[in-house]
């Protein structure tokens, strides 16, 4: 069973930056899959913020592109999310989640983090 | 980007009814479309995908169709463990994969 764990702080200060780590479990990141990170401000939809390949490949949301940066820790099998320049527009759930290579849905998601950017 | 606009925001439902959700893309997709359903506190779970094909483990309730712009998820018998928020995904045109906001099956 395909089992995705988000990790990292609760609380981010404005202007620095949020970094969070997604451990999979019962999958290897080095397989033919996406790796992805969705995020929900509270009470809101969906936002898909981006995914990367086992070949350090990236697609980005172009609305983020300048502030997120997604890696990938094959040795731990896991991956990461960084966004720079946070505002309290960057409060969020966020979740990871697993996309097969060759379609567009995400099959498996992680339980979620709440993020929270405030002095 | 392409915009996913779902409706209605809301609909108040009792258990045993039929339920039909829809969601509208802002240029064709083909049927390159997904449905989650989310209920309070958890992820989002796959329901649906390439607009009409249930995911593995989800109940023959649950019936997706459309192609181009206009989509529909309807929700057959409806139960109690239904009561949650549906979204929509479209996959036809990237980056960005794109969501609708939702809609919430709530109890009447």
């Known amino acids: 069973q395909v089992q995705l764990q988000e990790s990292g702080p609760g609380l981010v200060k404005p202007s620095g930056t949020l970094s969070l780590t997604c451990a999979v479990s019962?999958?290897?990141?080095?397989?033919?899959?996406?790796w992805s990170w969705v995020r929900q401000p509270p009470g809101k939809g969906l936002e898909w913020i981006g995914e990367?390949?086992?070949?350090?490949?990236?697609n980005y949301n172009p609305s983020l592109k300048s502030r997120v940066t997604i890696s990938l820790d094959k040795s731990k099998n896991r991956f990461s999310l960084e966004v720079s320049s946070v505002t309290a527009a960057d409060t969020s759930v966020y979740y990871c989640a697993r996309r097969s290579y060759n379609n567009g849905w995400l099959d498996y998601w992680g339980q979620g983090t709440l993020v929270t950017v405030s002095s | 980007e392409i915009v996913m606009t779902q409706s209605p925001a809301t609909l108040s439902v009792s258990p045993g009814e039929r339920v039909t959700l829809s969601c509208r893309a802002s240029?064709?997709?083909?049927?390159?479309l997904a449905w989650y359903q989310q209920k309070p506190g958890q992820a989002p779970s796959l329901l649906i995908y390439?607009?009409?094909t249930r995911a593995t483990g989800i109940p023959a309730r649950f019936s997706g169709s459309g192609s181009g712009t206009e989509f529909t998820l309807t929700i057959n018998r409806l139960q109690a463990e239904d009561f949650a928020l549906y979204y929509c995904?479209?996959?036809?045109?990237?980056?960005?994969?794109?969501f609708g906001q939702g809609t919430k099956v709530e109890f009447k």
């Open positions: 019962g999958d290897s990141v080095t397989n033919n899959n996406w």
């Open positions: 995904q479209q996959y036809n045109n990237w980056p960005p994969w794109t």
């Open positions: 240029q064709s997709i083909s049927s390159n």
């Open positions: 390439d607009a009409s």
């Open positions: 990367i390949y086992h070949s350090g490949g990236t």
